[in-house]
């Protein structure tokens, strides 16, 4: 795509413990992702309330690689904000988050833009936990976990997708350039200083504007809910 879109900066010291930027984010479409995940509208909808009070998450200084392995799901060191809200765009077929990102690493890299016009952080992925009888193989609609069939691997020219029928637990939304759905790029980008709105808003691509009717919402805490499952209680998909 290209981007036309106008950019409005708001500049804040980057240590401020009151500085955020309130994101929205069009986290899940209906369809396939890179990653063999075929989510459907039906549980899309279902699962759209589970997403809001989960913290977003990132690699602060590139230095554990991906938050996305079962040892890292709940490590409380990639916490870097908290969603506030999470809704199903019925029309669209989309699931949608906000919420606001606190830590100054990344606060920069939404502010900073690309010589191809993005943003330094352009994306996000989710992190859930999904019982593994709770997957159905779109080749055989059976169990995956029995049918012996592999995600993203091509039978007789069909593809292996995996569908969930369901999600335990929402973990996490991780702020990454290597989102498991390519649609899931930041559309909206509002940099506040002391809780305030200034109205500076950074918009997303063409296409993908910002929302002026949006109230502002608390930031939640950054600490982790410790009654969350283990991993090994599930499978943990991003």
Not at 107 to 130: C, F, H, N, P, W
Not at 190 to 219: C, H, K, L, W
Request: aromatic fraction near 8%.
């Amino acid at each position: 795509f290209t981007d036309t879109s106008e950019f409005a900066f708001v500049g804040f010291d980057a240590v401020d413990p009151t500085a955020l930027a309130h994101i929205k984010i069009p986290l899940m479409h209906v369809g396939p992702n890179a990653k063999g995940l075929y989510w459907t509208p039906e549980v899309l909808k279902k699962i759209a309330p589970i997403f809001s009070n989960v913290p977003f998450k990132y690699d602060i200084g590139g230095k554990e690689g991906s938050s996305h392995v079962p040892d890292k799901l709940y490590s409380p060191h990639y916490d870097v904000g908290w969603t506030t809200k999470s809704y199903y765009d019925t029309k669209n077929q989309v699931l949608w988050i906000e919420g606001d990102v606190t830590h100054p690493e990344p606060l920069e890299k939404l502010k900073r833009i690309t010589t191809d016009g993005q943003r330094e952080l352009s994306y996000a992925s989710m992190g859930v936990l999904i019982d593994p009888d709770d997957v159905v193989c779109t080749i055989c609609n059976k169990k995956m976990v029995d049918c012996g069939h592999k995600r993203n691997e091509v039978y007789n020219g069909q593809v292996a997708y995996a569908v969930p029928v369901d999600v335990e637990k929402a973990l996490h939304v991780a702020l990454t350039n290597a989102p498991a759905d390519t649609e899931a790029i930041i559309a909206e980008a509002i940099f506040q200083e002391n809780r305030n709105i200034r109205g500076e808003v950074m918009a997303g691509p063409e296409g993908v504007g910002a929302d002026d009717s949006y109230t502002n919402q608390a930031s939640r805490p950054n600490v982790l809910d410790k009654k969350q499952p283990q991993p090994q209680q599930a499978l943990p998909i991003e």
